[in-house]
Structure formats: structure tokens, C-alpha cells
């Protein structure tokens, strides 16, 4: 029926293709080989089979590092989950009303941490945070809340939270741009018909916008997942590749950094390191099975 | 076709832009950013009145991504034809892995002695693969207007440490010691391995840990932990969240007594700070105990075997090993001391004076420097985290010893 | 009446509500800038204050364009993120047209195979990478950094387009065709614009993490020459922690740019993203 030939196809997709396979496709497949090789002294790669991931997983000088790792990812994600998404939420909703002045200027500002550089960010709230400038103790101690303050990046307890904090105030632009998109893109009549029968805004929200964008939701939720597995740059730049205190930091990206390149004298190993990396991509490839196959079609047959 | 196609497009976009190091050029390699001015402007200048046909880059990487970025480097084959080396292990590494050239025979390498050459060398001693640049002595500087406002002494012994320590607490104008933990390293290198080698009397101490002759949980060392448990009490408020650089600001803006620190120090108190500077070396346990310091083999120099122009980075190597290269470095990079035979005359009092501990006390380098650091769990990781969180209060001096003791027994068979 | 008096009180709550999240966003923005202008001594005795006739410096900034050639650095990065960002748009549109308008055989798992790239970093691939560019000749060159962010970009921007492109109606495709417009006419004139508000989005994700990037610029192309601004700084922080004037004035240098072109650019993107909701 359609008129099309296969030279269109290949015209469309060859560009993407080309680029995606040599840069991306390849290297990490190389890195995927690497995984079930050993390096020797001499930087000799031979075959070892799956003995990089038993040891991974079941050594304890290799699995505790790995699970705490992922431990603190996880509560990376959640707290994105509980404090990213929902504010995000929040202020998309709230742009997206009718009459909102300075609507626009607000979502320039908003939006305007996510295009600053992590370091640029990780340097800022260092100082900010730093107990020896003194900016947040002092600002805290104007609304009386002086002797609250503590060296939060410094601390095991608090340091994980920190950054995750960080991560948010950086981040949260990109859900609500996500939402604001797609809570504008309903139609008008749909809301205006809910006017008309008298529905207060609260309940239009509840009852009419939120079930319509929940696919952009889903969206966001998995974006946020693959973003935080695959986060690095932040700890990396305020903490190191050590991570501290007490590793208190260390999430999968910093775990994987310092297995492949080393750290000071810890020397590195690229197929320890493919193991590690190849370990992140099924996390991560898990999540996103779940999601398409479980939520995505749920999420969809409900919506439209 | 389209693959051959894309193939040549990028070859013609890496002819027009490409810049890599031609014959007659020099790339160094090295993560002292902080020197990259001293190369440019004396340096490699006094190098090219001798050469003036060899063209040198010094082309440095921030500390942190050093290494890292060295071993993309190196294995992609586009590193720099001289390599700053790390000492001892991670610099083995490279060579086995057959990135650096061996330097034996080659010309400036006589002019170090054994002693220096040993953290850039193989096992056997019989493969030199860098040369000696310089070490690190470290030490505590203390600001000397407030020592003298406070009527104090640098203090000799522990307790005499401590003793001065309290008093500046008690003055409630300064803090006693700036030092922090947020970057971790420093609570080893210049706390850990620092004060605690009068415990284990430098060398015997770390020469016993390797023949499996003492152990991290024998009492020599439990006590370096316990020293370090007890500063706590002197450091800034927020000292955990605390970074080096923090703790340069700190102890520069004078509102700070002493800082635990190492002679590449020098230089930036001396520009940064606006009172007379001084230092005394790491306190011993007893009076009249014989003093120990770190006088750490930190800096040298090797050639990357696929370097295109290994014979100019020979002459550029045989240079660094001259009575110029030694002099201009020791006195125009305050603070490393060049490690090579010549006699030189260092210019800054406190440079100085710290070099001459090298006559009153005793030398040794790093604890764990030298094969310890080569198994898993790494030691040095493993220190920078122990001793972290033995002066967050976090961990006792027992738990601490124990730990780095068990991980070095995992993997570690003396004599082997 | 109440129900004014609730409207009012819905306003000024919505208004206190994104005033709160500005500031919270604008505070550390802000603070550096005001401190970039003071003196060391200003900085350090009174952060939050605007700098004054007494303490205003700007020591730092001579320091930052004396020491390190900050708008070379700023025309690297803008090359290239504008270079990436042109040609993942355009394969990316090509590429989701491809995949969403015509079906043939493996289109399915190409589409998968594709896909693959949103989940994994191609961090993880870097020493291929790195040798890639070797052999390629194309270390220390722009090029290869638009090739990586290419490659990086494409899959999320091919998901995000296609999602759009699946949702224009097929009447006006098939009206097309029946007029007998040719397959790129269509794709050109009738697609490209309709999915313009997608674009936009797009646009801005794959634009923040080119920009910010550290990580390939440190191992693909460290040079002087073609250093981007992010590696700049982070080297410029890396020699100058303690110099404070220098460090904020860098980072404000850094910051400015991307403060100005989003400014600019901002106006073009929400009107994007409000046109594809009005149509």
C-alpha cells in the first residue's frame, strides 16, 4: 500500500545508523567482550569465561564495595523519585494555570540550573555548604535555626542526602518541563467542558489532567531511573572517586570509575571494569524491561 | 560504500585539524598543574639554550583525573613523550605493561643515587625506568605571630603537642590545627604516615611490615592511630566537610596555628600569607626519642615507548638529570627537593630548614608506598578511609588497625 | 465573594509557591556572580553582601582572561554543541520517520537495537572509543567529540521524535501521497515542521549534557587548542583552588553564556513547545 522503497529506508536511517553503530554500538559491545576476559601484569587480555562476575558478586572484597554501591543508588533514585518528580509536579501544575504571571520567566529560571555544568554546580555548593565560608550557617541562623547546621557533605550520615539534594535543585527543570509539556498539549475542550459542570481546578487536576499525562509520568520516572544509574559527575566532582566518607557516596558510576581507571595507587583494570559496567547496563536494562512491558502498555491502555 | 564513504570524510576532517606531536617536538606528560608557569617560563626555556631546535609542551592534568586520563591516553597511543611518573607501583604498572621505556645505561640517570632510584625501579633493582625528579619532606608549618602572641615553643614530644595544641584552644582566637577530611588523602599521607613514623621508627617500622616481621595491629602503629583520634578536639568546626583547599584558606588567612602539611606547602603560604611562616618536624612519643620524618620519593620522569621522538626525549631526560635542572627546580619550585647527587644550595629558610631535618632526624617514605599498595583491597584506598574516619571519630584506633591488617593478610605473603 | 477571596488566595499561593523555587534556584547563581566582583578580603567577611565601592575587585576576572584563553574554549564548546546538536536533530527526525512511518521487516528490532543506547553510557565504552579515534587520526580534534556526542545523543532523541511522530495524523501523510508529493518532500516540508514544539524539547536535552560534558573532552581532547569550557574550568579550579577571586570569576565566565544564550533561546523554546499544544 505504502510508496515507499527500500533506498528511502536506507537514505532515513543510514546516517543515524552508521554514527550509532561505530561509536556507541561497538565500543560498547567491546566492552561487553571485555567483561569475561582477565588482564595479565603485562596487559595481556585471556579468556577467563564468567569469573570476573562470580567474584563481583560473591567475593566479599569485590561484593560488599559492589552492594553498597547499589544500596546508596537506590536511595539516590528515591529520593529523586520523592523530591525530583513530585516537585517537578508541583511547579508544572502550577505554571500550567490559566493567568500565572510571569509564568514564562519563572520556567526560564527554573529550568536554568540543568544547563550549568556539574562541576560549575559541585563547586557552587561546596562553598555554599562549606562550614569555614559560612553562607548557609548564616542564613540558617538569620531564621533561627543556627544550631541545626553540620558539615552535611562531610558526614556518612548526611553526605548521600546532600548531593542527592544537589542533584535535585540541578535537575528538577527537566520533569517540569516534561509535565508542563504534556499537561499543555490536552485539549482545551476536555478541561472547559469540566468548567462548565462546575469542577474546582483541584479536582480537575485530580480527576481530568493527572490520568492524561500519566504516560509522560511513566516517562519521567524511567529518564529518572536510567539518569541516576548512570550518574557520576556529581559525587565524582565533590567527593572523588573514593567517594567518602566511608564510601558513604559511592554509587555505581563511581564504583565503576575506579575499578576500569584506578585511583591513586589502586591500579586499574579494564575488564574487571567491563564486568562492573556490564553488571550497571542489566540493572539498568531490567528497569527499563519492567517499565516497558509492565507499566508502559498499562499506562497507555488507560490513558487514550 | 556508505561505511568507506564516512571513513574518508573523518580522515579528511583529521588531516585538516589534527595536531599531534611531530619530530622535534616534546610533550610532557604530569599532573602538577600548579607548575605549568614555572615550565613555561624558566624551565623549558634554560632546556632550550642548550636545545633551541627541540620544541617542549608541558601539558598537565588536574591531579584527580591524572591517572586516568594518562592510561586512556597511553592506550589509545596519543600520550605525551614524557611521562610524570607516580612512584613505586603505579608507575611499575606502566612499564610492565611496556608503556615506558627502561632508562638504563641512558645518560643523566648516574647522577641520582640508589636511595632515590629505588621508587622507580623493578623488583630485582636491576630495570630503572624514571628518573628521579624530586621528593616531599613532610612536616607541620605553624603561623609564627601566633605562636609568639601565645608565648609557645614548636613542640618536641606528643604531649608537648598537644600541650600547645590546648593552649591555642584555650586562647579561643585560633584554631589549633587546620586540617580537614573531606578529601581524605591528607588524613594518610600527611597525618597517618607523617606523626606516625617516629611510632614505628620510619624505615624499621615499614621495612618490618613488608618481611611480615610486625604487623599493623602490633603497638607501634594501634598508637599512630590513637594519636591521630585525639586532634579531633583542635580541628575546625566542620572539619568533615573540610577540603584541602579549605584548609590552605584557613591556615593562610592567619586564623589558624598549625597546619599538618608537606614543603610542596611552601610556596603557596609564602604568596599567600602574610605572616612569617614556620616548621617543625612530626612530634616523637618521648623526649629524647631520635625525630622521623617522611621524606617522600613522590615525582620522576620516564619516556613513553611509542613516543615518536625518543631521542630528543633522551636529551630532555639527561638535561633534568644536570646540576641546572636540579638547581632550578629545587629553588624555583619551593618545596621539592631534587633527589639527584648534586650538592644545591636551597634559597628559602623554611625550605631549607625543613631539608636539613634530613641531617637530624631519620628518613623514610610513605608507610604503604612500596608493595603494599599492590593488592586488593588497595591500602592506600584503604588508609585514606580508615584514617578518615579515625579522625571523624568514627572508627577507634583497634578497629583501624585491624582492619588494614586483615585486608593486607588477604593478599600479602612476606618474602614471597 | 468567597470565591474571589479563595481565587485571590490560589494566585498568591501559586505566586509565593514558584517565587520560593526561583530564589532557591537563582541563590547559588547569584552568589557567585556578586562575589566574582568583590575582594578577597570582601568574599570571605561578608558573602552575602553586594559588592561595594570599598570592596568591589575584579581581580579575578583579569586573573581568568590573562591566564587561560577563556572565549577560545567558549568558541570550542559552542562548536561543538551547535554541530551535535544539528545533525542529532536531523538524523534523529530521519532516523524516527524511518522507524515510525515505515514498516519492513527488523524494523522492530532496529528500533530496539536503537534504542540499546539510552540505557548504557557510553562512558563505559571509552577505551574503544579512545582507540577509535586513533585510528581515525582524530584525537585532539573537535570532530571526534561531535562524532561521540552524535552517537550519544541519538537514541533518546530518536524515542522522544518517534513517540511525536506516531501521533501526527495519517490523513495528512496519506493526503500527501496522494497528491503525489515525493517520500523527502514530505518528510522535509510536512513533518519536520509539524513536530517543531518535539524538536525543542529535544533540542534541550541533548544541548545540557554536550555542554556540561567533562568526561570526553578530558580523554578525547585534552589540548590546548580545542579544550571546551567545562574542561577549562575544571582545570582552572584544579590550579587555582584557593584563589578565590580567580575560581568565582571563572565560574561566573562559565555560567554567563549559557545564562545569556538561554535567555535568548528560551523565549523560542516555550513558544515551541505552547504552539505544538495550541495546533
Redesign the interface.
Known amino acids: 500500500m ?3 522503497s ?1 533506498w ?2 536506507v ?10 553503530t ?7 559491545l ?2 561487553l567482550r571485555q567483561g569475561f576476559y582477565t588482564t595479565s ?3 595481556h587480555q585471556s579468556w577467563i569465561g564468567i569469573a570476573n562476575y562470580t567474584k563481583l558478586l560473591t567475593d566479599p ?2 561484593s560488599d564495595g559492589f552492594w553498597n554501591a547499589m544500596k546508596n543508588n537506590v536511595k539516590f533514585f528515591l529520593i529523586h523519585m520523592c523530591i525530583q518528580n513530585p ?1 517537578g509536579l ?2 508544572a501544575a ?2 500550567s ?1 490559566k493567568g ?3 509564568a ?1 520567566a ?16 559541585g ?13 548557609s550557617e ?2 540558617m541562623t538569620h531564621v533561627g535555626l543556627g544550631e541545626h547546621f ?7 550520615e548526611t553526605a548521600l542526602i546532600t548531593l542527592a539534594l544537589i542533584s535535585v ?1 540541578q535537575f ?1 527543570g ?1 520533569p517540569m ?2 509535565i ?2 504534556s499537561l ?2 490536552i485539549p482545551e475542550e476536555i478541561i472547559e467542558a469540566a468548567v462548565v459542570e462546575g469542577a474546582s ?1 483541584w479536582r480537575i487536576f485530580w480527576t481530568i489532567r493527572l490520568p492524561l499525562i500519566l504516560p509522560t509520568l511513566g516517562l519521567v520516572t524511567i529518564l529518572t531511573f ?1 539518569g541516576n544509574f ?1 550518574a ?2 556529581l559525587i565524582y ?1 565533590v ?4 567517594a ?4 558513604s557516596t559511592d554509587i555505581l ?1 563511581t564504583y ?3 575499578t576500569f ?8 583494570s ?1 575488564t574487571m571494569g ?1 564486568a562492573v ?1 556490564t553488571t ?2 542489566l540493572i ?2 531490567a528497569g ?1 524491561g519492567v517499565y516497558t512491558f509492565l507499566i508502559q502498555r498499562k499506562l497507555q491502555r488507560h490513558s487514550f | 560504500m556508505q561505511a568507506k564513504r564516512f571513513t574518508r570524510a573523518a580522515l579528511i576532517a583529521a588531516l585538516m585539524t589534527a595536531g599531534l606531536a611531530q619530530a622535534g617536538s616534546l610533550t610532557i606528560e604530569s599532573w602538577r598543574v600548579d607548575d605549568k608557569a614555572l615550565w613555561e617560563d624558566v624551565l623549558i626555556p634554560a632546556f632550550n639554550k642548550k636545545y633551541p631546535d627541540i620544541k617542549v609542551k608541558f601539558s598537565p592534568t588536574a591531579p584527580t583525573e591524572y591517572d586516568s586520563s594518562l592510561t586512556a591516553r597511553l592506550t589509545g597511543g596519543t600520550a605525551g613523550d614524557l611521562i610524570t611518573l607516580r612512584p613505586f607501583d603505579k608507575s611499575l604498572d606502566l612499564f610492565k605493561k611496556g608503556q615506558i621505556e627502561a632508562l638504563n645505561g641512558k645518560k643523566g640517570i648516574e647522577n641520582f643515587p640508589a636511595s632515590a632510584k629505588v621508587a622507580w625501579q623493578t623488583d630485582d633493582g636491576k630495570t630503572v625506568f624514571g628518573l628521579p625528579m624530586a621528593s616531599v619532606i613532610h612536616g607541620i608549618l605553624y603561623n609564627k605571630k601566633v605562636f609568639q602572641e601565645l608565648n609557645l615553643q614548636p613542640p618536641k614530644t606528643t604531649d608537648e603537642f598537644f600541650k600547645v595544641a590546648e593552649a591555642i584552644k584555650k586562647s579561643g582566637k585560633y584554631t589549633p590545627i587546620a586540617l580537614g577530611t573531606a578529601d581524605q588523602w591528607e588524613a594518610n599521607q600527611i597525618v597517618f604516615t607523617s606523626f606516625g613514623a617516629p611510632y614505628w621508627k620510619g624505615e624499621e617500622g615499614r621495612k618490618a611490615l613488608i618481611a611480615g616481621k610486625e604487623k599493623f595491629t602490633d603497638a607501634p602503629f594501634v598508637a599512630a592511630f590513637d594519636f591521630e583520634s585525639k586532634l579531633a578536639p583542635y580541628l575546625a568546626k566542620g572539619y568533615q566537610a573540610q577540603t584541602y583547599g579549605d584548609t590552605q584558606t584557613l591556615f593562610a588567612s592567619g586564623k589558624a596555628a598549625m597546619v599538618p602539611a608537606g614543603s610542596w606547602d611552601i610556596s603557596y603560604y609564602n604568596t599567600n600569607a602574610k605572616f612569617e611562616l614556620g616548621a617543625f618536624p612530626p612530634p616523637v612519643p618521648k623526649a629524647g626519642d631520635k625525630c622521623y620524618i617522611s621524606d617522600h620519593t613522590d615525582i620522576g620522569m620516564g619516556v613513553n615507548s611509542k613516543s615518536k621522538n625518543k631521542d630528543d626525549a633522551y636529551k630532555f631526560v639527561e638535561w633534568m638529570g644536570s646540576q641546572e635542572f636540579a638547581d632550578l627546580y629545587t629553588n624555583k619550585v619551593t618545596g621539592f627537593f631534587s633527589l639527584s647527587s648534586h650538592l644545591i644550595a636551597v634559597k628559602d629558610p623554611v625550605a631549607k630548614q625543613m631539608l636539613d631535618w634530613r641531617k637530624s632526624c631519620s628518613s623514610t617514605i610513605r608507610l604503604n608506598a612500596q608493595i603494599m599498595n599492590r593488592g586488593e583491597p588497595n591500602m592506600e584506598n584503604e588508609l585514606w578511609n580508615v584514617n578518615s574516619q579515625v579522625l571523624n571519630g568514627k572508627m577507634t584506633a583497634k578497629d583501624a588497625a585491624a582492619r588494614i591488617q586483615t585486608g593486607f593478610e588477604k593478599w600479602y605473603k612476606p618474602g614471597k | 465573594m468567597t470565591k474571589n477571596i479563595g481565587k485571590l488566595s490560589a494566585t498568591a499561593f501559586t505566586q509565593l509557591v514558584l517565587a520560593l523555587f526561583t530564589l532557591i534556584s537563582m541563590f547559588p547563581i547569584v552568589l557567585i556572580i556578586i562575589n566574582a566582583f568583590k575582594s578577597r578580603d570582601g568574599i570571605f567577611d561578608n558573602p552575602m553582601a553586594l559588592p561595594t565601592s570599598e570592596t568591589f575587585s575584579l581581580v579575578g576576572f583579569h586573573k581568568v582572561l590573562d591566564k587561560s584563553p577563556f572565549l577560545h574554549f567558549f568558541e570550542n564548546s559552542l562548536i561543538v554543541t551547535v554541530g551535535s546538536l544539528v545533525l542529532i536533530l536531523l538524523f534523529a527526525a530521519m532516523a524516527a520517520w524511518a522507524l515510525s512511518e515505515y514498516k519492513f521487516k527488523g524494523s522492530r528490532w532496529l528500533a530496539v537495537y536503537l534504542a540499546f543506547g539510552i540505557m548504557v553510557p557510553i562512558r563505559l565504552g571509552t577505551v574503544s572509543i579512545l582507540q577509535l579515534a586513533v585510528q581515525f587520526n582524530l584525537v585532539n580534534t573537535l570532530t571526534i567529540l561531535v562524532l561521540v556526542y552524535v552517537a550519544q545523543g541519538l537514541p533518546l532523541a530518536i524515542m522522544i521524535l518517534s513517540e511525536f511522530m506516531q501521533q501526527i495524523p495519517k490523513e495528512l501523510k496519506e493526503a500527501a501521497r496522494c497528491d503525489g508529493v515525493g517520500e523527502f518532500k514530505i518528510f522535509f516540508q510536512i513533518i519536520l515542521p509539524l513536530i517543531r514544539p518535539a524538536v525543542a524539547t529535544v533540542a534541550v536535552f541533548t544541548m545540557v549534557p554536550i555542554w556540561n560534558d567533562l568526561w570526553f573532552p578530558l580523554i578525547l581532547a585534552p589540548g590546548e587548542e580545542t579544550q571546551t569550557v567545562t574542561l577549562g574550568v575544571q582545570q582552572f579550579i584544579g590550579q587555582y583552588v584557593t584563589d578565590w577571586n580567580a575560581v568565582l570569576a571563572s565560574l561566573s565566565l562559565a555560567v554567563a553564556p549559557v545564562l545569556l544564550m538561554y535567555i535568548f533561546a528560551s523565549r523560542q523554546l516555550i513558544r515551541g513547545i505552547t504552539a505544538g499544544a495550541v495546533k
Open positions: 505504502k510508496r515507499f527500500f528511502h529506508v537514505v532515513f536511517l543510514a546516517p543515524a545508523f552508521l554514527i550509532y561505530v561509536f556507541s554500538a561497538y565500543p560498547l567491546d566492552t601484569d603485562t596487559g572484597q569485590w516537585i508541583l511547579l502550577l505554571l494555570l500565572v504571571k510571569g514564562k519563572y520556567q526560564t529560571v527554573l529550568f536554568l540550573p540543568t544547563l550549568l555544568s556539574v562541576v560549575i554546580i563547586f557552587i555548593w561546596q562553598l555554599i555548604l562549606s562550614p569555614l565560608w559560612g553562607v548564616s542564613l553540620a558539615p552535611w557533605l562531610g558526614q556518612e535543585w528538577v527537566i518541563m516534561l508542563y509539556a499543555i498539549a481546578p536510567v548512570n557520576f559527575d566532582s567527593k572523588g572517586a573514593i567518602g566518607p566511608n564510601f558510576g565503576f570509575y575506579r581507571f584506578g585511583y591513586q595507587s589502586q591500579v586499574g579494564p567491563a559496567a550497571m547496563f539498568i536494562l527499563v
